[in-house]
């Protein structure tokens, strides 16, 4: 597709189960983020990759939070042992990353725990 | 304190008139400023982006960065319902497009026809 694809769209889970919230960058885009955005709140950057670079996780809230990139493209962001606070939308954004490049967010992933 | 402040609001407007959004931040080492607009249940969009301090203008948008005073606005000239949405600033310390950035809480601007 032409932009960044996020799924699920929406994703409703028992407290204490785990989930994996994918994204898809925009074809050669070497930077991807995840910021999370919980309502009335602005986005809180969580992590970022870079081509081959060690990732920057130091927006990451807890041990129970973690992501991948495979193969410099798809990231998944898994969440372990879901609580309620983690209720947000998990919005996936990606780059050409280079200094001026414009970052293009995905629509989002809506994660409701019960 | 917040490294960025920005009014939440609710910001309602008649047609036709112009809006002003702002905020504050505290951090002298952001350079870059951008304004995104986030239509619902939608992912943001960037709108605006200014490097350093001035004025930046993008037909009925215009972005004015004032770093001695860590205040930046967006003002929209003949506002549309279509404008009607959550307006996030932004602000990035050196390499945009390179590094995360810090976002504001957003303003959700309504305009009335």
């Known amino acids: 597709g032409a932009g960044v694809s996020q799924s699920p769209s929406n994703k409703v889970t028992e407290k204490g189960k785990d989930v994996e919230l994918r994204c898809d960058p925009i074809?050669?885009?070497?930077?991807l983020y995840w910021y999370r955005q919980s309502l009335g709140q602005g986005l809180e950057f969580l992590i970022y990759?870079?081509?081959?670079?060690?990732?920057?996780k130091s927006g990451l809230p807890s041990d129970r939070f973690s992501a991948e990139r495979t193969g410099g493209s798809v990231s998944t962001l898994t969440i372990q042992r879901t609580q309620q606070e983690d209720s947000a939308v998990y919005l996936c954004?990606?780059?050409?990353?280079?200094?001026?490049?414009?970052?293009?967010f995905g629509e989002g992933s809506w994660l409701t725990v019960v | 304190q917040k490294e960025v402040e920005q009014d939440p609001g609710p910001l309602s407007v008649p047609e036709g008139a112009i809006v002003s959004l702002n905020c504050t931040y505290s951090?002298?080492?952001?350079?870059?400023f951008m304004w995104y607009r986030q239509y619902s249940r939608k992912g943001p969009e960037l709108l605006m982006y200014?490097?350093?301090?001035g004025n930046k203008e993008d037909g009925r948008f215009t972005a004015q960065v004032d770093k001695s005073s860590k205040y930046i606005s967006l003002f929209i000239r003949d506002s549309q319902p279509s404008d009607s949405a959550t307006y996030l600033c932004?602000?990035?310390?050196?390499?945009?497009?390179?590094?995360?950035?810090?976002f504001g809480t957003g303003t959700r601007l309504t305009i009335i026809p």
């Open positions: 954004a990606s780059s050409l990353g280079n200094p001026g490049n414009t970052i293009y």
């Open positions: 074809s050669g885009h070497t930077a």
């Open positions: 990759f870079q081509g081959n670079s060690a990732p920057d």
């Open positions: 951090n002298s080492a952001f350079q870059y």
């Open positions: 200014t490097y350093s301090s």
């Open positions: 932004a602000m990035g310390k050196s390499n945009f497009g390179n590094e995360k950035l810090t």
